[in-house]
């Protein structure tokens, strides 16, 4: 079984967009998944409720196998890799309160899940991260280690697993965003979750 993942550190916004600077922190609002039946050339995510504008949404598109995606209009690629399984994050920050949902295209008939959790209270000056990945081949899920360099920051782990029908824990005290994984033993997994940092350091 390849294991794809990711570790990203989410700023708290800077005292020039924060209300309230001395006490601006990353919280987490919402998130939706999906894992569609079978193989598929895309997927339509849904956006999660109770979308304000200066929200970061943080989408995760996992394909058993090898594919090319196209990045839906609106959104910027993040961080992408494949093997026997391709990983892609896709980001944007909401300008006003929005519902609906995004559809991602791929070059062959593959399963494969996505999910889009939403942050509040990240800096909309500069992309979110940085971004460390990872690739393993057994059963635990071992993230990358960060180092949060700003407090009150928001690590968030992203991971993707080339199997379905699997139930996957969040790692020690970080909180499960989204779990879902394919009803085909074929199919693929993925997980995210998330743990905030008020003060910096590594992890």
């Known amino acids: 079984m390849r294991i794809r993942s990711w570790i990203v550190r989410l700023l708290f916004l800077s005292?020039?967009?924060?209300?309230?600077?001395?006490?601006?922190?990353v919280s987490y609002v919402a998130s939706t998944s999906v894992a569609p039946t079978g193989n598929n050339t895309s997927m339509a995510v849904s956006l999660p409720a109770g979308i304000l504008a200066g929200d970061l949404l943080l989408a995760q598109v996992v394909i058993?196998?090898?594919?090319?995606?196209a990045t839906p209009t609106g959104w910027t690629p993040l961080q992408s890799d494949s093997n026997t399984i391709v990983q892609a994050l896709y980001y944007r920050f909401a300008t006003a309160s929005e519902t609906g949902s995004v559809t991602w295209t791929w070059s062959n008939n593959n399963r494969a899940a996505g999910g889009i959790a939403?942050?509040?209270?990240v800096d909309t000056s500069q992309a979110p991260g940085p971004v460390a990945g990872a690739s393993d081949n057994d059963d635990d899920l071992e993230a990358p280690a960060q180092t949060v360099v700003e407090a009150n920051s928001l690590l968030v782990t992203l991971y993707g697993l080339n199997?379905?029908?699997e139930t996957l824990t969040a790692a020690g005290s970080m909180t499960t965003?989204?779990?879902?994984?394919?009803?085909?033993?074929?199919?693929?997994t993925l997980l995210s979750s998330y743990e905030a940092r008020p003060t910096?350091?590594?992890?």
């Open 15 to 25: 005292a020039c967009l924060a209300s309230n600077s001395a006490s601006a922190v």
């Open 64 to 69: 058993d196998g090898s594919a090319t995606l």
């Open 118 to 121: 939403v942050y509040r209270g």
């Open 163 to 165: 199997r379905g029908n």
């Open 177 to 188: 965003a989204y779990l879902r994984s394919s009803s085909e033993n074929s199919g693929v």
């Open 200 to 203: 910096a350091g590594g992890t």
